[in-house]
């Protein structure tokens, strides 16, 4: 049926195609048949340090420091051609499948494009605007995870606000596994644009890696006078140049397709992608009908094209998605490509029937678009904010009226405990929430107090980095939300072992499946043996850094804890290689996780 649906479609595009002169189609067919034929540019080729990181989805690294953290990126290499684990290099949040894994994550969106791979980026700025030649990315641990280069044509550091700001993808690839660990300089073969840059992102995909990707400097290699580009260059599609109007549509004949049952051709149609469902919409009227049928826009991605959207685009959707459900506009909408008044409008229109809406990286985000989520979307359950840090904290006070909220992210925002608060004494449904590295919440421990007494459904909490919890605060948490699964207490600096705050939590909490207790130093052999009495269904445990904890201890673990998938024991002096060694082949089916430095 797919391949019928192919033919047809090809058939009515050719039709359509055929409006154009005698005289167009054989100057295209002669540019396509030139190929890139660019001459090499007269001027000398400049070489660039990054000279500022401009935005970023996420670190490991906290807010306040430079350790794993993305502004290590800018300026020349600190640790290259060296290769394993420095704090001075720009590391991303995570690795691996496991986040996919945990009961925290949502299910993916359909409809996203087999090639969009991307799941974490960074943008950097570079002194000099040049017509890109060469773009080198010095990864020093883990390396293959760049799977997207992309350049744009408006100065980072103009006075001007863009008029009209244009992405163009220098290289694009598949996630790797590259065999080794070793430091590497990544060069890849790219293509020419019409435009001068000094602004790259690196688009990342760390799903195949063993552990955390490390990248040390980027080096972007250019020319400031513009080389001669290829004759032609294939037209892009965007969906904001697309009409809903019927006046040019063809009324011939379809041979049998309109004779197939209509729910038949909605199943076909919904394996296609979005820029594809809306070029089929302008083929015949059939067509039309189906493809802006609001059935077909009940789940819609809009992430893949962050590049292209604007008002215009969300103008063109809106009469289709009055059936919304789930919406992911993260990373669109920067650089003045959505405003206030288009995002409002869309979500005036379409807001009642959703209920997921993501919006990580959304710089566009202010707190009257705040107020319209909460205005609009009276069945929402899911609200992602990741690293909207630009958000002013007032702004976080309206979450508050969205009372149905199950899924809360705010990782990496200025919200403050004063908002926290109110939304924890509304929100009363949550099973999820993430508040890692939200570094303006004064004390957490109030905020675990709240969490006890108001969310007793807590499913998985996430307070990565948070400066201030201390023993009595985990207590009432633990006390309190009994259902909790997943708990990220990592780089927590003041929960100390010796108060026997992790053997409480162990007790206390029986479905544990995930806890990360990064770099803790104070984590000992009786905390992971009570997890190991107590937590059976645990799957991954991080204890990074701990200098306390014995191999004995560890084969306790892993033999109490049959679904045990991850185990992360860097840096636990108590533990060597060979140790390490025997242990994975003890249980191969647990990857466990030991980093090095050289």
């Not at 063993?210 to 980027?218: F, G, H, I, K, P």
Request: charged share 20%; hydrophobic share 35%; proline share 5%.
């Amino acid at each position: 049926m797919l391949t019928l649906l192919s033919m047809f479609y090809y058939i009515c595009l050719r039709r359509r195609s055929r409006s154009g002169t005698r005289g167009e189609a054989l100057t295209s067919r002669r540019a396509v048949e030139s190929g890139q034929r660019a001459v090499l540019p007269v001027s000398v080729e400049m070489e660039q340090y990054a000279k500022e990181v401009l935005d970023f989805s996420s670190h490991y690294g906290s807010e306040n420091s430079m350790s794993y953290t993305m502004w290590n990126l800018a300026g020349v290499p600190n640790v290259y051609p060296s290769s394993g684990d420095f704090t001075q290099t720009a590391v991303f949040r995570a690795y691996g499948t496991w986040w996919e894994q945990c009961a925290s994550a949502p299910p993916p969106f359909r409809r996203t494009p087999k090639g969009f791979y991307s799941q974490d980026y960074i943008e950097l700025g570079f002194e000099e605007p040049v017509y890109p030649t060469a773009v080198e990315v010095l990864e020093t641990y883990y390396p293959g995870a760049i799977v997207q280069i992309l350049a744009c044509s408006h100065n980072p550091f103009s006075q001007n606000p863009p008029t009209d700001v244009r992405w163009e993808v220098l290289w694009s690839g598949e996630p790797t596994k590259v065999l080794t660990p070793q430091a590497r300089q990544f060069s890849p073969n790219i293509k020419h644009i019409s435009f001068p840059t000094n602004l790259l992102r690196l688009e990342v995909n760390s799903s195949l890696l063993d552990y955390y990707t490390e990248l040390d400097a980027v080096i972007l290699r250019g020319v400031k006078e513009r080389p001669m580009l290829a004759l032609y260059k294939m037209p892009i599609i965007d969906i904001s140049g697309l009409s809903d109007s019927e006046e040019e549509l063809s009324d011939v004949g379809n041979g049998y397709f309109d004779k197939l049952p209509y729910e038949l051709v909605q199943l076909i149609l919904s394996h296609l992608t979005l820029p594809d469902l809306c070029r089929l919409a302008q083929s015949c009227k059939l067509l039309h009908q189906h493809c802006c049928d609001p059935l077909q826009y009940t789940q819609l991605s809009l992430q893949p094209y962050w590049a292209r959207l604007s008002d215009a685009s969300l103008g063109h959707l809106q009469s289709r998605c009055t059936l919304l459900q789930r919406l992911n506009l993260s990373w669109t909408g920067n650089r003045g490509a959505l405003t206030l008044a288009g995002f409002s409008s869309f979500m005036k229109g379409c807001g009642l029937s959703l209920v997921c809406l993501e919006l990580s990286c959304c710089h566009f985000l202010n707190e009257a678009c705040l107020e319209i989520i909460s205005q609009t979307c009276p069945e929402l359950q899911e609200l992602n904010l990741s690293s909207c840090d630009r958000l002013h904290p007032q702004a976080f006070t309206h979450i508050s009226k969205l009372t149905r909220l199950r899924r809360l992210v705010l990782y990496r925002t200025k919200i403050e405990q004063t908002a926290i608060l109110n939304i924890l004494t509304f929100c009363i449904e949550l099973r999820h929430l993430n508040l890692g590295s939200c570094v303006r919440i004064e004390d957490y421990d109030v905020v675990a107090s709240m969490l006890a007494a108001r969310c007793h459904s807590l499913c998985s909490l996430d307070l990565w980095r948070c400066r201030n919890l201390t023993d009595r605060g985990l207590a009432e948490l633990v006390s309190g939300c009994r259902m909790l699964e997943e708990l990220d207490l990592g780089w927590c600096p003041t929960l100390q072992s010796s108060t026997g705050c992790f053997q409480h939590l162990a007790r206390s909490l029986p479905r544990l499946r995930k806890l990360f207790l990064t770099a803790n130093r104070t984590v000992c052999d009786s905390d992971v043996e009570e997890l190991a009495a107590s937590c059976p269904s645990l799957q991954h445990l991080d204890i990074l850094g701990t200098r306390l904890v014995s191999c004995a201890s560890l084969k306790k673990l892993l033999q109490s804890c049959p679904k045990l998938l991850l185990l992360d024991i860097s840096f636990c002096s108590q533990i060597d290689m060979r140790v390490v060694q025997e242990l994975c082949g003890l249980f191969p089916n647990v990857a466990i996780k030991k980093s090095f430095t050289q």
